[in-house]
């Protein structure tokens, strides 16, 4: 009898036992016997894990006073290996194995021969089944095989028998049992505690053995037309992105969703007599004991891929299509996905979601831009993630230390819990600033204003009381779209952002796309050849050369700024000329609305430019008689200044924004501007951090633009300053510097009882 064959038998067997009135026992004794015929085995047995121990179920061949009497623990013998590393054994001589562990009890020591697969319940061991004959022999694939699909039917039919418990399902892996804890890169940095929520639930499968064989054929047929489909469409979505390793996935994408090995094997499982579900899992399963096998990182990424398509395929084929986002969240939780793309994440309830824990991610992914805009700290480059994790585990979300617990210690849970109180503490204290003006105690106002990207941020600006929006990022628009927004779409939302700020001004960055931030849409020769997308076709840049974008996106702002001010600032300024010529842009687009539409106009348009690169530097002279403002954007300037991309986290870490080279170029900018009828801001990342914000104070800026969470923060540290202390400290550390800039800035500040932590 072949393999397939067998199987069917199998099936077609248990599936009438297992819908008898039979006791439990009497159905396990059946099952061994249904097993042991069609594999013409002199021995079958099952083990069913009990109360954390594998125990002899039922058995044909062995000893029968052995049953419910050898027990052993996970990892212990032949058959505890195999459950613990959830892998297939097939020995000729089993005595020869190392694992190997006589019980005289059993009366086995006559078989020479051994082959056993876990009986896995969601992705869980809950058992073995073994077969075993006298004469050594190695058991044919085709044997396996039908063990296989056996043991597969078998987990879901003891579950439904209440053979096993729930319990018993939990303690089958200690991997998921106990406290872990995954290390990761720190994307996103922040504290989250929560239960673990799949962005993709796991689809439960109800219904094993299939009636209609060539129905479910057919199912299975159709998946993989619609999954190809979904596949070849995926390059032109903007959450997939395109250029470097994007492309790379989409190319073994499309070579599994093409494998016809791949389909081949499902098809066999049909024809074993399981349903297209149960089939696309079996071979799933399959794929997951490949996987810990593998050592090459890069092939078992590979397998990550398989895995990844094989559950899009399980969706498709059992219509759940739907995201967690879909159901909801019930309570406080930590999302855990392979990758997301921006919009994915904005479907999410911010009132619930956490925190984010993605099995890749990187520092410049689309997600992350707009993950850190939200204030949700995420750990990206999680290895391992869903073999440790499962759906509702307890997390605590260390971003900060690029640390998650998974079932934390309660003495974990305790201290991580004492960091957090501090932190909500310091959060209330900064909230009871939100209607206190920042003057310093030599009775100097400073401009506390919030970086901005986001619909959702707007209600963030009353509450925690910023002088308004100094930097808007229009981009998100774009990179949260598939099509270049329309620009009536983009009219509405920025007429939206101006009526959200009230009197408070809001200056708009023109869209910075492109480079590190590619969509899809504007995919250009020129920047799938960029060795550094940072320093390559981006920002103005590609605005200028994309005429028509940058003409809709000034018309939209135009429009949307009627009867207001309407402040625009230009991104990553090189020269003087390509101010001039931005300028010119929204200039034309005025005087057009102004000679053929009937629309109220802005009151006044103010051109500002960001200080990114550091050429322009050497030009502020020509650049500040034309620009109403100017703003540093620390975080670009500070990787051109050192060479560094920022994306490496090697270089993250290695240069410091306290550096004398970055102080004395920022001071630069300061006595540059200095005479002249120009407002000079900062906006970045620096400005948000209290120690360097101290630091800025002193070097002459007196307008800083922060993410929303520092500003209650920098309030509290400008209340606590005497500028000319300041100022008269940094031109002297920045003279003569110290061999370490920070510990000098800190002890100052400590010795003056300024808090800068």
Same mark, same amino acid.
């Given at each position: 009898?072949?393999?397939?064959?067998?199987?069917?038998?199998?099936?077609?067997?248990?599936?009438?036992?297992?819908?008898?009135?039979?006791?439990?026992?009497?159905?396990?004794?059946?099952?061994?016997?249904?097993?042991?015929?069609?594999?013409?085995?002199?021995?079958?047995?099952?083990?069913?894990?009990?109360?954390?121990?594998?125990?002899?179920?039922?058995?044909?061949?062995?000893?029968?006073?052995?049953?419910?009497?050898?027990?052993?623990?996970?990892?212990?013998?032949?058959?505890?290996?195999?459950?613990?590393?959830?892998?297939?054994?097939?020995?000729?001589?089993?005595?020869?194995?190392?694992?190997?562990?006589?019980?005289?009890?059993?009366?086995?020591?006559?078989?020479?021969?051994?082959?056993?697969?876990?009986?896995?319940?969601?992705?869980?061991?809950?058992?073995?089944?073994?077969?075993?004959?006298?004469?050594?022999?190695?058991?044919?694939?085709?044997?396996?095989?039908?063990?296989?699909?056996?043991?597969?039917?078998?987990?879901?039919?003891?579950?439904?028998?209440?053979?096993?418990?729930?319990?018993?399902?939990?303690?089958?892996?200690?991997?998921?049992?106990?406290?872990?804890?995954?290390?990761?890169?720190?994307?996103?940095?922040?504290?989250?505690?929560?239960?673990?929520?799949?962005?993709?639930?796991? $689809?439960?499968?109800?219904?094993?053995? &299939? !009636?209609?064989? #060539? %129905?479910? @054929?057919? *199912?299975?047929?159709?998946?993989?037309?619609?999954?190809?489909?979904?596949?070849?469409?995926?390059?032109?979505?903007?959450?997939?992105?395109?250029?470097?390793?994007?492309?790379?996935?989409?190319?073994?994408?499309?070579?599994?969703?093409?494998?016809?090995?791949?389909?081949?094997?499902?098809?066999?499982?049909?024809?074993?007599?399981?349903?297209?579900?149960?089939?696309?899992?079996?071979?799933?399963?399959?794929?997951?004991?490949?996987?810990?096998?593998?050592?090459?990182?890069?092939?078992?990424?590979?397998?990550?891929?398989?895995?990844?398509?094989?559950?899009?395929?399980?969706?498709?084929?059992?219509?759940?299509?739907?995201?967690?986002?879909?159901?909801?969240?019930?309570?406080?939780?930590?999302? $855990?996905?392979?990758?997301?793309?921006? &919009? !994915?994440?904005? #479907? %999410?309830? @911010?009132? *619930?979601?956490?925190?984010?824990?993605?099995?890749?991610?990187?520092?410049?992914?689309?997600?992350?831009?707009?993950?850190?805009?939200?204030?949700?700290?995420?750990?990206?480059?999680?290895?391992?993630?869903?073999?440790?994790?499962?759906?509702?585990?307890?997390?605590?979300?260390?971003?900060?230390?690029?640390?998650?617990?998974?079932?934390?210690?309660?003495?974990?849970?305790?201290?991580?819990?004492?960091?957090?109180?501090?932190?909500?503490?310091?959060?209330?204290?900064?909230?009871?600033?939100?209607?206190?003006?920042?003057?310093?105690?030599?009775?100097?106002?400073?401009?506390?204003?919030?970086?901005?990207?986001?619909?959702?941020?707007?209600?963030?600006?009353?509450?925690?009381?910023?002088?308004? $929006?100094?930097?808007?990022?229009?981009?998100?628009?774009?990179?949260?779209?598939?099509?270049?927004?329309?620009?009536?779409?983009?009219?509405?939302?920025?007429?939206?952002?101006?009526?959200?700020?009230?009197?408070?001004?809001?200056?708009?960055?023109?869209?910075?796309?492109?480079?590190?931030?590619?969509?899809?849409?504007?995919?250009?020769?020129?920047?799938?050849?960029?060795?550094?997308?940072?320093?390559?076709?981006?920002?103005?840049?590609?605005?200028?050369?994309?005429?028509?974008?940058?003409?809709?996106?000034?018309?939209?702002?135009?429009?949307?700024?009627?009867?207001?001010?309407?402040?625009?600032?230009?991104?990553?300024?090189?020269?003087?000329?390509?101010?001039?010529?931005?300028?010119?842009?929204?200039?034309?687009?005025?005087?057009?609305?102004?000679?053929?539409?009937?629309?109220?106009?802005?009151?006044?348009?103010?051109?500002?430019?960001?200080?990114?690169?550091?050429?322009?530097?050497?030009?502020?002279?020509?650049?500040?008689?034309?620009?109403?403002?100017?703003?540093?954007?620390?975080?670009?300037?500070?990787?051109?200044?050192?060479?560094?991309?920022?994306?490496?986290?090697?270089?993250?870490?290695?240069?410091?924004?306290?550096?004398?080279?970055?102080?004395?170029?920022?001071?630069?900018?300061?006595?540059?501007?200095?005479?002249?009828?120009?407002?000079?801001?900062?906006?970045?990342?620096?400005?948000?951090?209290?120690?360097?914000?101290?630091?800025?104070?002193?070097?002459?800026?007196?307008?800083?633009?922060?993410?929303?969470?520092?500003?209650?923060?920098?309030?509290?540290?400008?209340?606590?300053?005497?500028?000319?202390?300041?100022?008269?400290?940094?031109?002297?550390?920045?003279?003569?510097?110290?061999?370490?800039?920070?510990?000098?800035?800190?002890?100052?500040?400590?010795?003056?009882?300024?808090?800068?932590?």
């Amino acid at each position: 009898m072949s393999g397939t064959a067998a199987a069917r038998q199998i099936l077609t067997g248990l599936h009438e036992l297992m819908a008898t009135r039979l006791s439990a026992q009497d159905k396990l004794d059946r099952t061994v016997e249904v097993v042991g015929e069609a594999l013409d085995s002199e021995v079958c047995s099952i083990y069913l894990l009990r109360s954390g121990m594998l125990e002899l179920s039922a058995t044909r061949g062995l000893n029968q006073s052995a049953v419910h009497v050898t027990r052993m623990a996970v990892g212990e013998g032949l058959t505890g290996s195999l459950v613990a590393n959830r892998a297939t054994l097939n020995l000729a001589q089993a005595k020869a194995h190392p694992d190997f562990q006589y019980r005289p009890e059993t009366g086995e020591e006559k078989f020479s021969s051994f082959a056993g697969v876990p009986i896995v319940y969601r992705e869980r061991a809950v058992g073995a089944l073994n077969v075993q004959h006298v004469d050594p022999r190695r058991y044919e694939d085709v044997e396996i095989e039908a063990l296989q699909t056996t043991a597969m039917v078998l987990s879901e039919l003891i579950v439904n028998a209440g053979l096993i418990d729930e319990r018993s399902a939990d303690e089958a892996a200690p991997e998921r049992s106990g406290p872990a804890q995954l290390t990761g890169l720190t994307l996103v940095a922040g504290l989250a505690s929560g239960s673990a929520v799949f962005h993709q639930p796991r $689809i439960t499968i109800d219904k094993v053995v &299939a !009636e209609d064989t #060539e %129905y479910e @054929r057919q *199912r299975v047929y159709r998946a993989f037309e619609r999954m190809r489909e979904q596949i070849d469409q995926m390059a032109q979505q903007a959450e997939f992105g395109s250029g470097g390793e994007h492309d790379e996935v989409l190319a073994a994408y499309k070579a599994f969703a093409y494998d016809e090995g791949w389909s081949r094997r499902i098809n066999e499982a049909i024809d074993a007599g399981l349903t297209a579900e149960a089939a696309i899992e079996r071979v799933q399963q399959r794929t997951r004991m490949r996987m810990r096998e593998i050592d090459d990182p890069l092939l078992a990424d590979r397998m990550h891929d398989l895995e990844d398509l094989s559950n899009r395929l399980l969706r498709i084929v059992s219509g759940q299509m739907g995201t967690a986002a879909t159901s909801g969240l019930k309570g406080d939780a930590i999302l $855990i996905a392979r990758n997301l793309g921006p &919009a !994915e994440l904005l #479907e %999410y309830d @911010r009132r *619930r979601l956490k925190g984010v824990i993605l099995e890749e991610g990187s520092l410049t992914a689309h997600v992350v831009i707009v993950a850190r805009a939200m204030g949700i700290p995420v750990l990206g480059r999680v290895r391992s993630l869903r073999g440790i994790v499962g759906e509702g585990d307890d997390l605590l979300l260390d971003a900060d230390g690029g640390v998650a617990h998974v079932r934390p210690q309660p003495s974990v849970v305790e201290a991580f819990e004492a960091r957090f109180a501090k932190s909500k503490e310091r959060r209330a204290a900064y909230a009871e600033l939100r209607d206190v003006e920042p003057f310093t105690r030599c009775g100097t106002r400073i401009q506390v204003m919030m970086n901005a990207g986001l619909r959702d941020d707007l209600t963030t600006l009353q509450l925690v009381g910023a002088d308004g $929006i100094g930097l808007f990022r229009t981009e998100f628009q774009f990179l949260v779209s598939a099509t270049l927004p329309q620009r009536e779409k983009q009219t509405r939302f920025y007429k939206d952002v101006l009526e959200a700020a009230g009197d408070k001004p809001v200056v708009f960055r023109t869209v910075d796309i492109g480079g590190d931030k590619a969509v899809p849409y504007l995919s250009n020769e020129s920047s799938l050849e960029d060795e550094n997308p940072a320093m390559g076709w981006r920002a103005l840049r590609l605005a200028l050369e994309r005429e028509g974008l940058f003409k809709a996106q000034a018309r939209a702002l135009i429009e949307a700024s009627g009867g207001k001010t309407l402040r625009v600032m230009f991104p990553m300024v090189s020269e003087p000329w390509e101010f001039d010529a931005a300028r010119a842009v929204f200039e034309q687009q005025q005087e057009f609305l102004r000679q053929h539409k009937r629309i109220m106009l802005p009151e006044a348009i103010e051109y500002g430019a960001m200080i990114e690169v550091p050429s322009l530097v050497e030009v502020l002279d020509l650049l500040v008689p034309k620009v109403s403002f100017l703003s540093v954007g620390t975080n670009d300037l500070t990787q051109f200044l050192f060479a560094a991309d920022r994306a490496n986290p090697k270089l993250a870490a290695r240069y410091d924004w306290l550096s004398p080279s970055i102080l004395r170029f920022l001071k630069r900018i300061v006595d540059a501007t200095r005479g002249h009828q120009v407002t000079l801001g900062l906006c970045g990342e620096m400005g948000g951090r209290r120690l360097e914000a101290l630091a800025l104070l002193g070097l002459g800026y007196r307008r800083l633009s922060i993410t929303p969470v520092s500003v209650g923060p920098i309030k509290e540290l400008i209340r606590q300053i005497e500028l000319s202390e300041v100022s008269e400290l940094m031109n002297g550390l920045i003279a003569q510097p110290p061999a370490d800039m920070r510990a000098a800035l800190t002890q100052w500040a400590q010795e003056r009882g300024i808090d800068v932590e």
